[in-house]
Protein backbone atom coordinates (compact mmCIF):
# COMPACT_ATOMS: atom_id res chain seq x y z
CA UNK A 1 0.00 0.00 0.00
CA UNK A 2 3.01 2.76 0.03
CA UNK A 3 2.73 2.90 -3.62
CA UNK A 4 -0.37 4.18 -2.76
CA UNK A 5 -0.10 6.63 -0.03
CA UNK A 6 0.25 9.64 -2.11
CA UNK A 7 -3.12 9.18 -3.23
CA UNK A 8 -4.71 8.80 0.32
CA UNK A 9 -3.10 12.14 1.72
CA UNK A 10 -6.00 14.55 1.28
CA UNK A 11 -8.03 11.50 3.23
CA UNK A 12 -8.55 11.90 7.11
CA UNK A 13 -8.40 8.95 9.44
CA UNK A 14 -12.02 8.98 9.45
CA UNK A 15 -12.79 8.51 5.97
CA UNK A 16 -10.66 6.13 5.25
CA UNK A 17 -11.70 3.87 8.35
CA UNK A 18 -14.99 4.15 6.82
CA UNK A 19 -13.79 3.01 3.29
CA UNK A 20 -11.38 0.23 5.01
CA UNK A 21 -14.75 -1.32 6.74
CA UNK A 22 -16.61 -0.82 3.88
CA UNK A 23 -14.09 -2.88 1.44
CA UNK A 24 -13.81 -5.23 4.45
CA UNK A 25 -17.90 -5.60 4.46
CA UNK A 26 -17.72 -6.32 0.76
CA UNK A 27 -14.37 -8.40 0.67
CA UNK A 28 -17.16 -10.62 3.63
CA UNK A 29 -20.13 -10.51 1.59
CA UNK A 30 -17.98 -11.88 -1.73
CA UNK A 31 -16.17 -14.50 1.04
CA UNK A 32 -20.05 -15.84 2.31
CA UNK A 33 -21.34 -15.86 -1.29
CA UNK A 34 -17.97 -18.07 -2.09
CA UNK A 35 -18.98 -20.32 0.87
CA UNK A 36 -22.47 -20.73 -0.04
CA UNK A 37 -21.71 -21.60 -3.66
CA UNK A 38 -19.47 -24.12 -2.41
CA UNK A 39 -21.67 -25.86 -0.25
CA UNK A 40 -24.12 -25.69 -2.88
CA UNK A 41 -22.26 -27.18 -5.27
CA UNK A 42 -21.23 -29.97 -2.90
CA UNK A 43 -24.52 -31.24 -1.93
CA UNK A 44 -27.12 -30.11 -4.45
CA UNK A 45 -27.26 -31.85 -7.39
CA UNK A 46 -25.22 -30.21 -10.43
CA UNK A 47 -28.40 -29.50 -12.78
CA UNK A 48 -29.66 -28.01 -9.18
CA UNK A 49 -26.84 -26.12 -8.70
CA UNK A 50 -26.97 -24.84 -12.76
CA UNK A 51 -30.48 -23.62 -12.04
CA UNK A 52 -28.93 -21.53 -9.27
CA UNK A 53 -26.46 -20.11 -10.84
CA UNK A 54 -28.70 -19.21 -13.47
CA UNK A 55 -30.98 -17.49 -11.08
CA UNK A 56 -28.58 -15.93 -9.19
CA UNK A 57 -27.29 -14.63 -12.48
CA UNK A 58 -30.62 -13.51 -13.43
CA UNK A 59 -31.69 -12.04 -10.73
CA UNK A 60 -28.41 -9.98 -10.65
CA UNK A 61 -28.96 -8.65 -13.70
CA UNK A 62 -32.64 -7.32 -13.09
CA UNK A 63 -31.05 -6.25 -10.33
CA UNK A 64 -28.64 -3.73 -12.40
CA UNK A 65 -31.53 -3.30 -15.06
CA UNK A 66 -33.43 -2.13 -12.20
CA UNK A 67 -30.81 0.26 -10.87
CA UNK A 68 -31.68 2.76 -13.36
CA UNK A 69 -28.29 5.24 -12.24
CA UNK A 70 -30.77 6.01 -9.25
CA UNK A 71 -28.36 4.63 -5.87
CA UNK A 72 -25.47 7.35 -6.88
CA UNK A 73 -27.91 9.74 -8.30
CA UNK A 74 -29.21 9.17 -4.53
CA UNK A 75 -26.01 9.26 -2.69
CA UNK A 76 -25.35 12.61 -4.95
CA UNK A 77 -28.30 14.06 -4.18
CA UNK A 78 -27.76 13.34 -0.32
CA UNK A 79 -24.48 14.49 -0.11
CA UNK A 80 -25.12 18.13 -1.80
CA UNK A 81 -28.54 18.77 0.31
CA UNK A 82 -29.24 16.71 2.72
CA UNK A 83 -31.87 19.06 4.56
CA UNK A 84 -34.11 17.08 1.26
CA UNK A 85 -32.96 13.72 1.81
CA UNK A 86 -36.36 12.44 3.09
CA UNK A 87 -38.49 13.90 -0.08
CA UNK A 88 -35.82 12.54 -2.53
CA UNK A 89 -35.49 9.53 -0.86
CA UNK A 90 -39.41 8.82 -0.92
CA UNK A 91 -39.43 9.50 -4.93
CA UNK A 92 -36.30 7.30 -5.24
CA UNK A 93 -37.68 3.92 -2.72
CA UNK A 94 -40.86 4.41 -4.79
CA UNK A 95 -39.58 4.24 -8.68
CA UNK A 96 -37.20 1.52 -7.37
CA UNK A 97 -39.43 -0.71 -5.85
CA UNK A 98 -41.89 -0.48 -8.81
CA UNK A 99 -39.18 -1.29 -11.59
CA UNK A 100 -38.13 -4.82 -8.90
CA UNK A 101 -41.49 -5.47 -9.13
CA UNK A 102 -41.64 -5.57 -13.03
CA UNK A 103 -38.72 -7.05 -13.43
CA UNK A 104 -40.25 -9.93 -10.69
CA UNK A 105 -43.23 -10.47 -12.79
CA UNK A 106 -40.85 -10.31 -16.39
CA UNK A 107 -38.33 -13.36 -14.15
CA UNK A 108 -41.77 -15.22 -13.30
CA UNK A 109 -43.27 -15.37 -16.53
CA UNK A 110 -39.95 -15.91 -18.49
CA UNK A 111 -38.86 -18.66 -15.89
CA UNK A 112 -41.97 -20.51 -15.79
CA UNK A 113 -41.55 -21.53 -19.77
CA UNK A 114 -38.08 -21.97 -19.54
CA UNK A 115 -37.38 -23.67 -16.54
CA UNK A 116 -38.39 -27.55 -15.60
CA UNK A 117 -42.05 -27.31 -13.32
CA UNK A 118 -39.91 -28.54 -10.46
CA UNK A 119 -37.51 -25.76 -10.64
CA UNK A 120 -40.04 -22.82 -11.49
CA UNK A 121 -40.38 -21.66 -8.11
CA UNK A 122 -37.13 -21.50 -6.49
CA UNK A 123 -35.99 -19.97 -9.46
CA UNK A 124 -38.68 -17.39 -8.83
CA UNK A 125 -37.39 -16.80 -5.08
CA UNK A 126 -33.95 -16.76 -5.99
CA UNK A 127 -34.73 -13.75 -8.51
CA UNK A 128 -36.69 -12.29 -5.78
CA UNK A 129 -33.72 -12.99 -3.46
CA UNK A 130 -31.35 -10.48 -5.84
CA UNK A 131 -33.94 -7.71 -6.45
CA UNK A 132 -34.14 -7.58 -2.65
CA UNK A 133 -30.40 -7.24 -1.84
CA UNK A 134 -30.42 -4.83 -5.20
CA UNK A 135 -33.11 -2.40 -3.66
CA UNK A 136 -31.85 -2.93 -0.24
CA UNK A 137 -28.29 -1.19 -1.87
CA UNK A 138 -30.05 1.49 -3.12
CA UNK A 139 -31.44 2.67 0.07
CA UNK A 140 -27.65 2.22 1.28
CA UNK A 141 -26.58 5.07 -0.80
CA UNK A 142 -28.76 7.33 1.27
CA UNK A 143 -26.45 6.75 4.08
CA UNK A 144 -23.84 6.48 2.03
CA UNK A 145 -24.37 10.02 0.98
CA UNK A 146 -24.60 11.78 4.30
CA UNK A 147 -21.25 10.13 5.48
CA UNK A 148 -22.95 7.53 7.85
CA UNK A 149 -21.66 4.65 5.28
CA UNK A 150 -20.62 2.68 8.38
CA UNK A 151 -25.00 1.95 9.32
CA UNK A 152 -24.60 0.85 5.74
CA UNK A 153 -22.25 -1.74 5.87
CA UNK A 154 -23.87 -2.58 9.74
CA UNK A 155 -27.04 -3.68 7.56
CA UNK A 156 -25.81 -5.17 5.08
CA UNK A 157 -23.22 -7.10 7.21
CA UNK A 158 -25.61 -8.46 8.74
CA UNK A 159 -28.01 -9.71 6.61
CA UNK A 160 -25.43 -11.11 4.63
CA UNK A 161 -24.40 -13.44 7.95
CA UNK A 162 -28.05 -14.31 8.06
CA UNK A 163 -28.23 -15.77 4.19
CA UNK A 164 -25.09 -17.95 4.46
CA UNK A 165 -26.02 -19.03 7.76
CA UNK A 166 -29.58 -19.97 7.13
CA UNK A 167 -28.25 -21.48 3.38
CA UNK A 168 -25.95 -22.95 5.46
CA UNK A 169 -27.89 -24.51 7.83
CA UNK A 170 -30.47 -25.69 4.96
CA UNK A 171 -27.84 -27.55 3.00
CA UNK A 172 -26.32 -29.00 6.14
CA UNK A 173 -29.46 -30.16 7.22
CA UNK A 174 -32.26 -31.34 4.47
CA UNK A 175 -30.67 -29.86 1.12
CA UNK A 176 -32.88 -28.42 -1.72
CA UNK A 177 -32.81 -25.94 -4.23
CA UNK A 178 -36.34 -24.51 -2.90
CA UNK A 179 -35.24 -24.21 0.67
CA UNK A 180 -31.66 -22.65 -0.34
CA UNK A 181 -34.46 -20.44 -2.09
CA UNK A 182 -35.82 -18.97 1.04
CA UNK A 183 -33.06 -18.83 2.96
CA UNK A 184 -32.12 -16.65 0.58
CA UNK A 185 -34.94 -14.14 -0.06
CA UNK A 186 -35.78 -13.93 4.12
CA UNK A 187 -32.93 -11.94 5.07
CA UNK A 188 -33.07 -8.78 2.84
CA UNK A 189 -36.37 -8.67 2.68
CA UNK A 190 -36.62 -8.35 7.00
CA UNK A 191 -33.41 -5.89 6.46
CA UNK A 192 -35.23 -3.19 4.03
CA UNK A 193 -37.32 -1.79 6.74
CA UNK A 194 -33.93 -1.34 9.28
CA UNK A 195 -32.25 0.21 6.60
CA UNK A 196 -35.65 2.66 5.90
CA UNK A 197 -35.79 3.13 9.47
CA UNK A 198 -31.66 4.44 9.74
CA UNK A 199 -32.29 6.45 7.20
CA UNK A 200 -35.09 8.33 8.13
CA UNK A 201 -33.60 8.62 11.59
CA UNK A 202 -30.48 10.14 9.94
CA UNK A 203 -33.06 12.58 7.86
CA UNK A 204 -34.06 14.45 11.52
CA UNK A 205 -36.88 16.30 10.83
CA UNK A 206 -37.59 15.49 6.85
CA UNK A 207 -37.86 11.76 8.12
CA UNK A 208 -41.25 11.94 9.58
CA UNK A 209 -42.95 13.11 6.87
CA UNK A 210 -41.70 9.88 4.14
CA UNK A 211 -44.69 7.76 3.10
CA UNK A 212 -42.72 4.72 1.07
CA UNK A 213 -45.37 2.47 -0.03
CA UNK A 214 -48.46 2.78 -0.62
CA UNK A 215 -48.59 6.57 -1.33
CA UNK A 216 -49.37 9.22 -3.28
CA UNK A 217 -47.02 11.74 -4.73
CA UNK A 218 -46.96 15.12 -3.53
CA UNK A 219 -47.20 17.85 -6.15
CA UNK A 220 -43.46 18.37 -6.63
CA UNK A 221 -42.73 14.64 -6.98
CA UNK A 222 -43.53 14.30 -10.21
CA UNK A 223 -40.88 16.79 -11.15
CA UNK A 224 -38.39 15.23 -8.62
CA UNK A 225 -38.64 12.17 -10.12
CA UNK A 226 -38.37 13.51 -13.50
CA UNK A 227 -35.46 15.14 -12.59
CA UNK A 228 -34.71 12.13 -11.02
CA UNK A 229 -34.51 9.96 -14.23
CA UNK A 230 -32.92 12.12 -16.07
CA UNK A 231 -29.80 12.48 -14.27
CA UNK A 232 -29.08 8.93 -13.16
CA UNK A 233 -30.06 7.32 -16.97
CA UNK A 234 -27.16 7.71 -18.78
CA UNK A 235 -24.97 5.88 -16.17
CA UNK A 236 -27.73 3.43 -15.19
CA UNK A 237 -27.71 2.30 -19.10
CA UNK A 238 -23.90 1.89 -18.64
CA UNK A 239 -23.78 0.13 -15.74
CA UNK A 240 -26.78 -2.20 -17.44
CA UNK A 241 -25.00 -2.45 -20.52
CA UNK A 242 -21.40 -3.51 -18.29
CA UNK A 243 -23.36 -5.63 -16.61
CA UNK A 244 -25.21 -7.65 -19.75
CA UNK A 245 -21.15 -8.32 -21.36
CA UNK A 246 -20.02 -9.34 -18.37
CA UNK A 247 -22.63 -12.33 -17.54
CA UNK A 248 -24.65 -12.98 -20.48
CA UNK A 249 -21.91 -15.78 -21.31
CA UNK A 250 -24.24 -17.70 -18.95
CA UNK A 251 -27.11 -17.68 -20.96
CA UNK A 252 -25.35 -19.03 -24.05
CA UNK A 253 -23.45 -21.60 -22.16
CA UNK A 254 -26.91 -22.79 -21.16
CA UNK A 255 -28.73 -22.85 -24.29
CA UNK A 256 -25.84 -24.81 -25.93
CA UNK A 257 -24.61 -27.07 -23.49
CA UNK A 258 -26.86 -27.10 -20.64
CA UNK A 259 -27.23 -26.39 -16.67
CA UNK A 260 -24.00 -28.90 -15.69
CA UNK A 261 -21.54 -26.60 -18.14
CA UNK A 262 -23.38 -24.15 -16.51
CA UNK A 263 -22.34 -25.03 -12.96
CA UNK A 264 -18.83 -26.01 -13.95
CA UNK A 265 -19.07 -22.26 -15.27
CA UNK A 266 -20.10 -20.59 -12.83
CA UNK A 267 -18.28 -21.80 -9.83
CA UNK A 268 -14.66 -20.83 -11.24
CA UNK A 269 -16.17 -17.68 -12.37
CA UNK A 270 -16.67 -16.94 -8.55
CA UNK A 271 -12.97 -17.20 -7.91
CA UNK A 272 -12.16 -14.89 -10.54
CA UNK A 273 -15.09 -12.59 -9.19
CA UNK A 274 -13.50 -12.77 -6.18
CA UNK A 275 -10.37 -11.30 -6.68
CA UNK A 276 -12.05 -8.49 -8.38
CA UNK A 277 -12.23 -7.10 -4.79
CA UNK A 278 -8.90 -5.82 -5.10
CA UNK A 279 -8.97 -3.02 -7.82
CA UNK A 280 -12.80 -1.52 -6.33
CA UNK A 281 -11.11 -1.47 -2.73
CA UNK A 282 -8.73 0.46 -4.38
CA UNK A 283 -10.84 2.79 -6.82
CA UNK A 284 -12.75 3.25 -3.39
CA UNK A 285 -9.58 5.05 -2.26
CA UNK A 286 -8.52 6.54 -5.16
CA UNK A 287 -11.59 7.63 -7.08
CA UNK A 288 -11.95 11.30 -6.30
CA UNK A 289 -8.38 11.72 -6.51
CA UNK A 290 -8.86 10.70 -10.02
CA UNK A 291 -11.99 13.02 -10.60
CA UNK A 292 -9.64 16.08 -9.12
CA UNK A 293 -7.10 15.06 -11.70
CA UNK A 294 -6.07 18.08 -14.20
CA UNK A 295 -3.88 15.41 -16.23
CA UNK A 296 -2.86 11.64 -16.64
CA UNK A 297 -0.26 11.09 -13.74
CA UNK A 298 -2.68 9.69 -11.21
CA UNK A 299 -4.54 7.75 -13.49
CA UNK A 300 -1.28 6.15 -14.96
CA UNK A 301 0.05 5.84 -11.62
CA UNK A 302 -3.07 4.07 -10.36
CA UNK A 303 -3.36 1.49 -13.32
CA UNK A 304 0.25 0.73 -13.79
CA UNK A 305 -0.04 -0.65 -9.75
CA UNK A 306 -3.67 -2.60 -10.71
CA UNK A 307 -2.41 -3.68 -13.91
CA UNK A 308 1.12 -5.36 -12.07
CA UNK A 309 -1.11 -6.43 -9.68
CA UNK A 310 -3.57 -8.54 -11.86
CA UNK A 311 -0.76 -10.12 -13.86
CA UNK A 312 0.41 -11.77 -10.27
CA UNK A 313 -2.89 -12.92 -9.68
CA UNK A 314 -3.39 -14.26 -13.65
CA UNK A 315 -0.62 -16.21 -12.62
CA UNK A 316 -1.11 -17.66 -9.82
CA UNK A 317 -4.45 -18.68 -11.27
CA UNK A 318 -3.37 -20.36 -13.85
CA UNK A 319 -0.81 -22.52 -11.88
CA UNK A 320 -3.19 -22.94 -9.04
CA UNK A 321 -6.33 -23.60 -11.29
CA UNK A 322 -6.73 -27.22 -10.70
CA UNK A 323 -6.12 -27.31 -6.97
CA UNK A 324 -8.09 -24.51 -6.57
CA UNK A 325 -11.60 -26.08 -8.57
CA UNK A 326 -10.71 -29.75 -6.35
CA UNK A 327 -10.20 -28.07 -3.39
CA UNK A 328 -13.27 -25.62 -3.42
CA UNK A 329 -15.90 -27.90 -5.54
CA UNK A 330 -14.30 -31.25 -5.43
CA UNK A 331 -13.43 -33.40 -8.52
CA UNK A 332 -16.92 -33.36 -10.05
CA UNK A 333 -15.83 -29.76 -11.36
CA UNK A 334 -12.33 -30.98 -13.02
CA UNK A 335 -13.81 -30.37 -16.24
CA UNK A 336 -13.94 -26.30 -15.34
CA UNK A 337 -9.97 -25.55 -15.33
CA UNK A 338 -9.42 -24.74 -18.74
CA UNK A 339 -12.27 -22.22 -18.18
CA UNK A 340 -10.85 -20.50 -14.94
CA UNK A 341 -7.35 -20.63 -16.74
CA UNK A 342 -8.70 -18.93 -20.12
CA UNK A 343 -10.49 -16.23 -17.57
CA UNK A 344 -7.32 -15.88 -15.96
CA UNK A 345 -5.75 -14.41 -18.70
CA UNK A 346 -8.21 -11.30 -18.41
CA UNK A 347 -7.30 -10.58 -14.86
CA UNK A 348 -4.57 -8.13 -15.63
CA UNK A 349 -7.59 -5.99 -17.87
CA UNK A 350 -10.20 -6.21 -15.46
CA UNK A 351 -7.49 -4.62 -12.98
CA UNK A 352 -6.71 -2.18 -15.52
CA UNK A 353 -10.16 -1.03 -16.73
CA UNK A 354 -11.68 -0.85 -13.18
CA UNK A 355 -9.20 2.08 -13.15
CA UNK A 356 -9.80 3.47 -16.75
CA UNK A 357 -13.72 3.16 -16.66
CA UNK A 358 -13.46 4.98 -13.41
CA UNK A 359 -11.68 7.57 -14.48
CA UNK A 360 -14.04 8.10 -17.86
CA UNK A 361 -16.77 8.64 -15.23
CA UNK A 362 -14.60 11.16 -13.19
CA UNK A 363 -13.91 13.42 -15.92
CA UNK A 364 -18.34 13.52 -16.65
CA UNK A 365 -17.61 10.74 -19.51
CA UNK A 366 -21.04 9.39 -18.72
CA UNK A 367 -21.86 9.76 -22.88
CA UNK A 368 -18.58 7.80 -23.41
CA UNK A 369 -18.88 5.39 -20.95
CA UNK A 370 -21.95 4.53 -22.43
CA UNK A 371 -21.02 4.03 -25.69
CA UNK A 372 -18.23 1.81 -25.14
CA UNK A 373 -20.52 -0.50 -22.76
CA UNK A 374 -22.40 -0.63 -25.61
CA UNK A 375 -19.93 -1.69 -28.17
CA UNK A 376 -18.36 -4.28 -25.54
CA UNK A 377 -21.86 -5.52 -25.22
CA UNK A 378 -22.20 -5.96 -28.98
CA UNK A 379 -18.70 -7.45 -29.44
CA UNK A 380 -19.30 -9.90 -26.19
CA UNK A 381 -22.16 -10.91 -28.20
CA UNK A 382 -20.65 -11.65 -31.29
CA UNK A 383 -17.75 -13.55 -29.25
CA UNK A 384 -20.07 -15.73 -27.35
CA UNK A 385 -22.19 -16.66 -30.58
CA UNK A 386 -18.97 -17.72 -32.11
CA UNK A 387 -16.70 -19.63 -29.36
CA UNK A 388 -19.80 -21.35 -27.13
CA UNK A 389 -21.32 -23.45 -29.56
CA UNK A 390 -17.69 -25.01 -30.22
CA UNK A 391 -15.65 -24.38 -27.14
CA UNK A 392 -18.52 -24.31 -24.65
CA UNK A 393 -17.48 -22.75 -21.05
CA UNK A 394 -13.75 -22.12 -22.20
CA UNK A 395 -15.46 -20.23 -25.31
CA UNK A 396 -17.21 -18.20 -22.91
CA UNK A 397 -13.97 -17.30 -21.31
CA UNK A 398 -11.96 -16.63 -24.08
CA UNK A 399 -15.37 -13.96 -24.66
CA UNK A 400 -15.05 -12.01 -21.56
CA UNK A 401 -11.32 -11.75 -22.27
CA UNK A 402 -11.50 -10.41 -25.65
CA UNK A 403 -14.37 -8.02 -24.35
CA UNK A 404 -12.15 -6.19 -21.92
CA UNK A 405 -9.66 -5.90 -24.87
CA UNK A 406 -12.71 -3.61 -26.29
CA UNK A 407 -12.98 -1.70 -23.00
CA UNK A 408 -9.60 -0.78 -22.72
CA UNK A 409 -9.29 0.37 -26.19
CA UNK A 410 -12.64 2.22 -25.56
CA UNK A 411 -11.52 4.05 -22.57
CA UNK A 412 -8.35 4.99 -24.17
CA UNK A 413 -9.91 6.01 -27.36
CA UNK A 414 -12.44 8.57 -24.62
CA UNK A 415 -9.93 9.78 -22.05
CA UNK A 416 -7.66 10.77 -25.24
CA UNK A 417 -10.24 12.46 -26.69
CA UNK A 418 -11.17 14.26 -23.28
CA UNK A 419 -7.27 14.98 -22.91
CA UNK A 420 -7.23 16.60 -26.45
CA UNK A 421 -10.45 18.84 -25.49
CA UNK A 422 -8.82 19.51 -22.10
CA UNK A 423 -5.73 21.12 -23.78
CA UNK A 424 -7.60 23.02 -26.76
CA UNK A 425 -9.16 24.78 -23.95
CA UNK A 426 -6.09 25.62 -22.17
CA UNK A 427 -4.88 26.97 -25.06
CA UNK A 428 -8.20 29.06 -25.79
CA UNK A 429 -8.19 30.18 -22.32
CA UNK A 430 -4.33 31.17 -22.91
CA UNK A 431 -5.28 33.05 -25.92
CA UNK A 432 -8.06 35.64 -24.45
CA UNK A 433 -5.50 35.81 -21.46
Known amino acids: MKALSRFVSTFDRGALARIAYKASIDAAG????????????????RDAFGLFALALTSGWLLGVATDAGIPIYLARSAARAPR????TLAVAVRLRLLLAFVALVAAVLVGWRWTPPAMRLPFALIVMSQLASATLETIGHALRGIGRSELE????????????????LVLGTAPSIIGLAWAMLLPPLLAMPV????????????????????????????????????????????VLLSALYFRIDLFFVEYWHGLETVAGYSAVFRIVEGIRLAPAAVLAVTFPILCRATDAAALLRVATWLTAAGVVAAIAIGVAAPTLVVGLYGGAYLDAVPALRTLALAVPLFFLNYALTHQVIGW????????????ALGAN????????????????????????VVVTVGCWWALTGVRRA????????????
Open 30 to 45: KVAMLVMSVAAARTLP
Open 84 to 87: RLAA
Open 153 to 168: AHVHFGQRVAVTASAL
Open 195 to 238: MIALARRSAQAQAASIHFWPATLTSQAPSRLVHLARAAAPLGAG
Open 364 to 375: DGQGAFLAIAAT
Open 381 to 404: LAANGALVPRYGATGAAAATGLTE
Open 422 to 433: RQTEHVATEGVS
